[in-house]
């Protein structure tokens, strides 16, 4: 009852840094989009442009809020980082989270995002570096050397 009361930092996003190409060259002047909803909460959007290089950022996102603090309330994050290019939209990164604090391991990927837009959107299933007995999953045209199972 008394949780209710308090407000709680929710890390909705770590920092994001990646870089988009298509067959291997930079696109730059592109829009990517950053998409977080927590549990019931309203969605938040945010847009940045890439650069020159292809290379594009997002600062971390978080938010208060009282829903951590009942018993019955489940903790779920939705991020999404994706695109429009030649009138087909790409998946850079979507994902669950399932914790308000920050995911040790989506915070390592999401600083190494490299999108080459020819790759196909896949799932890739991964470690869960803070919580083991429950792995991650996620949907992306990335590809990162540090995943051990690809469907």
Same mark, same amino acid.
């Given at each position: 009852?008394?949780?209710?009361?308090?407000?709680?930092?929710?890390?909705?996003?770590?920092?994001?840094?990646?870089?988009?190409?298509?067959?291997?060259?930079?696109?730059?002047?592109? !829009?990517?989009?950053?998409?977080?909803?927590? $549990?019931? !909460?309203?969605?938040?959007?945010?847009?940045?442009?890439?650069?020159?290089?292809?290379?594009?950022?997002?600062?971390?996102?978080?938010?208060? $809020?009282?829903?951590?603090?009942?018993?019955?309330?489940?903790?779920?994050?939705?991020?999404?980082?994706?695109?429009?290019?030649?009138?087909?939209?790409?998946?850079?990164?979507?994902?669950?989270?399932?914790?308000?604090?920050?995911?040790?391991?989506?915070?390592?990927?999401?600083?190494?995002?490299?999108?080459?837009?020819?790759?196909? !959107?896949?799932?890739?299933?991964?470690?869960?570096?803070? !919580?083991?007995?429950?792995?991650?999953?996620?949907?992306?045209?990335?590809?990162?050397?540090?995943?051990?199972?690809?469907?």
């Amino acid at each position: 009852m008394f949780g209710l009361l308090f407000k709680y930092t929710i890390h909705l996003c770590p920092e994001v840094q990646g870089r988009v190409t298509y067959e291997g060259k930079p696109i730059a002047d592109l !829009e990517v989009s950053r998409s977080l909803t927590y $549990s019931d !909460e309203d969605e938040e959007i945010d847009t940045t442009i890439t650069d020159n290089n292809g290379c594009f950022s997002f600062p971390e996102a978080k938010m208060k $809020s009282r829903l951590p603090g009942s018993i019955f309330h489940v903790p779920v994050i939705r991020q999404v980082l994706y695109l429009s290019y030649q009138d087909q939209t790409y998946v850079l990164w979507y994902a669950t989270q399932w914790q308000i604090k920050p995911c040790t391991a989506y915070t390592r990927m999401l600083k190494e995002l490299k999108a080459e837009l020819t790759q196909p !959107e896949i799932r890739h299933d991964f470690d869960n570096l803070d !919580e083991p007995e429950r792995p991650h999953v996620t949907s992306s045209i990335c590809r990162w050397d540090t995943i051990t199972k690809v469907f």
